[in-house]
Structures are given as C-alpha cells and as structure tokens.
C-alpha cells in the first residue's frame, strides 16, 4: 500500500516542483521509503509502504529491463503468484519479488488489456517512453483512490487530492456545484469531488494520456445475473469463493490480522481468517449506553479465539482529532463512522501492517436494512399507483401508517437515493444561498436506467455499488487506515466473490425478515450462534446525544460563522441547531454534515 504522484509537463520549457516535498502530503501513506524518477514529459514520485517484498528490489518507481516503461503501483495484486509464473514461463525476468512488477511485464504482453488479468485493489500509473503515454487503471469496485487533474502546464495523478494543492500553478477553488449533491448523500459522488478541477479516474476504468488528451475506457461491468438452484448448493459455493478470496488476501510479508464488530460480516473474515491460524482482532466503541458493540465483537473473539484489544472512545477525542481528520478525508465525508475507523486502524497499527474488514458485503450479498422495503411494500404494489397516491394524500397525519403509503406511491428512483439521504430538497432550498443547481436525480438516473431489468432489491444494490460505497464506504475505509500507515484489504470485493453473489436470487439475500440470508446460511457453523441473526449496525456513533450535551457548544461556536456563512443561510443552521438541542427534532446528521464542511473549509479554503 502507497501513495503516488504522476506528472507530465505540457510544452517544451520544463520546471519540476520540488516533488519531494509534494509527496509530503501523503507521507502517511508511504512511511517506509520514497524516491521520484523523471523521464521525457513525465515524473513519477512515490511513497512505499512495505507489504511486499520488503527488499530496496521492491522500490517504486519501478522500470522494466530496458527502461522504457516506468511504473507507480498503489494496491495489491492477489493473483500475483499465479501471473508470476506465467510470464515467467513466457521468458520475462523479474528483477523482485513485489507483485507490482507484474503489471509491469503483463503490460509488456498485453498492452491495456493486462488490466483484466488483476485480481485486487489498485490504482496505478505507467509512463511508455516508447509510445509517449501515460496508462493506468482504478480497480473494479474504486477500493483505491485516484485523482487527476489538468492545468495549462501539466496534467497530473495522484493518490491524493491534496496533494495538487502543492503544485505550481494550481489554485484551491471550492467545486460550489458539488455542495448540493453533498448535502443530498453526505459525499461528493465521483467523479467530482470539492475541488474544483480535480476529478477521480472512475472505478474500473482505465486511462490512457497521450497527445495532451485524456481517454478514458470501462473494463469491467457489475451485472447481476440471478440463477435459479437450491440453496444449500449456493452455501457452498459462497463458502467456497469467500475461502478462497481470504487466503489470497493474506499474502504478505507482513503481520496482519481484522477489524471485529459485532456483525456478521467481520465475523465471517475472522472465522476464516482462524481457519488459517492465529489472529489479531481490535474494536472499538463509546460509554454511551446502545452505541457500542464492544460486547458482542468480546463475545465473538472469545468464540473464535483471537487475540484482541479494544479501545473506547470519547467525545472530546473524537472532537480533538477531527479536523485532522476531515484533511486527510481530502473531500467531506459525513458519515460519523469513518472516524471510528481511524480509532480502530491506530489500535491496529501498533501490532499489525496488513488489516482485513468486512466492507461491501451489504451491498454484495444485500445486507441493508432498507432493502428490506420492496417486500414490506409489495401488498401495496397490486393496486393502481393513483389510488395509493390519493391514500397517501388523504390519509389523517396523526394516525399511523401516512409514511408507508407515501413511500408506496413514490417509485423507487425518486425516494431511493442510496443509504443515506441527509438533506431533502425543500430543506435545500432554505439552507442554500445557491439556488440553481442539480437535483440529486442527476447522480442517480443513469444508475437506475443500467438498473431497469432488476427487481427493486437489486436496483438499489446497484445503486448502492456506484454511489454509497464508492463515495462513503471505501473512501473512509482507505483514508482512515491509510492515515495510520495500515493497509486494508476487503475480501467481499473480491470480484470472483461479486460475480458469484450476482447469480444469487433475491429470495436468498433476503428471507424471513433477514438480510444477507445466503451469508448467514453458508457460515453459520463456524461463527458464534448468536451472531448468525443479529442485526446489522455498523459503527455506531452516538454524534445524537454528544450534540445536544457535551459537543453541543462547539457545534454551535463551529457554526456561529465563518467560510461556510458564503454558502448557507445561517438563520436555517441556527434553527436545526436549537431544534435538536431542545429534543424537538433529531437533526444530528444534518448537523455533523454541516460541521463536516465547515471544517473541511478551514483545512483547504479558509479565506
């Protein structure tokens, strides 16, 4: 696991920034080493996290034998081994034993088409000296992060968006169209991100600059693809790729171990992570009663035999660090949760170079909560939508029930947003002083139309894929344990174990009122009985009961004024401020992405 920075100079008058220095802003990434390489039009800069091949042969940039290509590789390649020995049979010499130069060689074979053969994380650059290009790829599901963006002198990459803040000629303006779609999904979705000009190489894309143009090319498509069979057969075959998918996610010469909460997911990796030998498990949770899972995630290492720590968190900890934090987010990312994982990745660190955790199972194998509503919706959906839209309308607000039949008659594309929807669109409008922009329908339609031929539970996995767990979920996955030097590896995103639970019936993700029903099934023998039907949670963050007691005076003196006052009518923010205070209303996520973004400011945009 690193960070990288890739640059090509426009014209023939070169000046190169102090790259050294640049890479600075990501040192956190790549704590082990970092060395730049310049070639024609083009620098590579690098910082080395050592997971690999811990020798000075692993060190990046890395060239092939003859020079002319020159490689930054951010990620692991799982199936390296087996590619290995492939080209090795094809008469390539491999000056290391780091899985990155396989992309190097396989390239040399394949040309762009190399990037199908990879099987994990990555995103990476590539200088041809021969073809004068650069080429590069962002892994199926966006695991690994990559930005760019293009000025009159230079076009440059790089694992960080802040890291552009450091170059010459670059100037920090604030993305203001991005703002609304923020305070729809508490992210920026990608391609976007807050800062003007800078963009992200969408997820499993890759990109060729040649010629002063950017192309960029979709290599892979999730479809889901529902086969009808019976279900203990479709428990053994999940057993049988999730069993596969974690030992690949072991290889390193590094110590690793997981993340434990008290779900099904992390109990899963642990279960067959111990199927492999001894493990390191940590959490964390809060003091506050119904906010943590600490007990439950004892229960389950005590079940399996870990060796594990915990550690509580408190609110003034958690307020100390976040703006920190929120920097090295790079874009505002609201979801309490994220910093959570900071906490946990610290722990870890101590102890272990290599996590595994159990990120995109939800959206894989269908284990949110609100996937359950297409079911809990369907005796509604026999009748002509008018006479449930007429009910809805009609129907007393004091009596019980006006919210079932108003989500009824609302088609899923416009009441379904993703797993988080902060702001509505009436609320937008009094908190903007922008009032011309977007309607959040904009990110969401075109998922909707790939979506058109799945049954309501896959279209929002399908939405959920290309938006909450590309902009919320992997983003805080990679920031949070990447701020700590500790690489995460999501074995549920394996793209074979994808491409297996997209043949699974919906019947089997979603049964008896449980979700991920299959997942349950196919490991209920090896995990703790009492975590086979527990409910999801997640992390848990109790920003509820901490913003109307003891972080309640420093939300409101964050957000008396200051930069964001340019974006929002502060009349508004003062009003959820006192509702929520005085127990009128739960407006705490409303309230921490407000906080979010007014730090983010002071981080990047102060003036």
Not at 189 to 209: D, L, N, Q, R, S
């Amino acid at each position: 696991m690193c960070g990288f920075l890739g640059i090509w100079q426009k014209g023939t008058g070169k000046f190169w920034p102090d790259l050294e220095a640049v890479t600075e802003t990501f040192a956190h990434r790549g704590p082990d080493d970092s060395a730049v390489s310049f070639a024609g039009p083009a620098a590579l800069a690098f910082r080395r996290l050592k997971i690999i091949d811990l020798s000075e042969r692993g060190r990046q940039p890395m060239a092939n034998e003859d020079g002319s290509l020159l490689l930054v590789f951010n990620g692991e390649v799982y199936n390296y081994l087996e590619l290995r020995a492939e080209l090795v049979r094809r008469g390539h010499v491999f000056r290391s034993d780091s899985d990155c130069e396989v992309v190097l060689h396989l390239y040399e074979e394949e040309s762009f088409d190399c990037v199908h053969r990879l099987r994990g994380m990555f995103a990476f650059c590539l200088y041809d000296g021969k073809k004068q290009l650069f080429f590069g790829a962002r892994d199926r599901f966006g695991i690994k992060p990559l930005y760019y963006t293009e000025t009159p002198d230079y076009f440059a990459l790089a694992s960080e968006a802040k890291a552009f803040t450091r170059l010459p000629s670059f100037a920090v303006r604030v993305n203001s169209g991005a703002i609304p779609h923020y305070l729809t999904f508490q992210y920026v979705p990608e391609p976007e991100t807050m800062f003007a000009g800078v963009y992200k190489i969408p997820p499993a894309h890759y990109f060729v600059w040649q010629g002063g143009k950017l192309a960029l090319t979709r290599y892979w498509q999730a479809f889901f693809l529902p086969q009808k069979r019976p279900l203990p057969e479709v428990e053994e075959e999940v057993r049988a790729v999730l069993r596969e998918a974690v030992r690949l996610h072991t290889r390193s010469d590094v110590p690793w171990g997981a993340f434990l909460s008290g779900g099904i997911d992390s109990t899963v990796i642990v279960s067959l992570l111990r199927e492999l030998g001894p493990v390191s498990t940590f959490s964390v949770g809060y003091a506050e009663a119904g906010y943590s899972e600490l007990s439950e995630a004892a229960e389950t290492a005590r079940y399996l035999e870990t060796d594990h720590e915990e550690y509580l968190i408190t609110p003034e900890e958690y307020w100390h660090n976040l703006p920190r934090l929120v920097w090295h987010f790079d874009d505002p990312v609201a979801d309490p949760a994220g910093i959570a994982l900071y906490y946990v990745a610290r722990m870890a660190r101590t102890k272990i170079t290599v996590t595994l955790s159990g990120e995109g199972a939800d959206e894989v194998f269908g284990g949110y909560g609100i996937y359950r509503e297409p079911q809990a919706l369907r005796p509604l959906s026999l009748l002509p939508r008018p006479l449930v839209t007429a009910a809805a309308s009609l129907w007393p607000g004091i009596l019980p029930g006006k919210n079932y039949l108003r989500r009824a008659a609302t088609p899923l594309a416009q009441r379904f947003f993703g797993n988080a929807l902060i702001f509505t669109e009436a609320e937008k409008q009094k908190l903007l002083r922008q009032k011309n922009y977007r309607p959040p329908t904009a990110v969401t339609a075109p998922y909707y139309r790939e979506a058109a031929q799945y049954d309501d539970v896959t279209a929002m996995q399908y939405l959920d894929l290309h938006t909450w767990m590309a902009g919320d979920i992997l983003v805080k996955a990679d920031k949070m344990t990447m701020a700590n030097s500790l690489e995460l590896r999501v074995p549920f995103l394996d793209h074979h174990v994808f491409e297996l639970a997209a043949t699974i019936p919906t019947g089997y993700k979603i049964k008896n009122g449980l979700t991920k029903y299959v997942l349950r099934r196919a490991f209920a023998d090896l995990v703790p009985p009492s975590a086979v039907n527990r409910p999801k949670r997640g992390f848990p963050v109790p920003t509820r009961v901490w913003l109307r007691s003891r972080l309640a005076g420093e939300v409101a003196s964050l957000l008396q004024d200051g930069p964001h006052a340019r974006y929002f009518h502060l009349p508004f923010i003062r009003g959820l401020l006192a509702d929520h205070r005085a127990g009128r209303a739960d407006n705490s996520r409303k309230i921490w992405t407000l906080v979010i973004f007014a730090l983010w400011l002071q981080q990047f945009a102060p003036h």
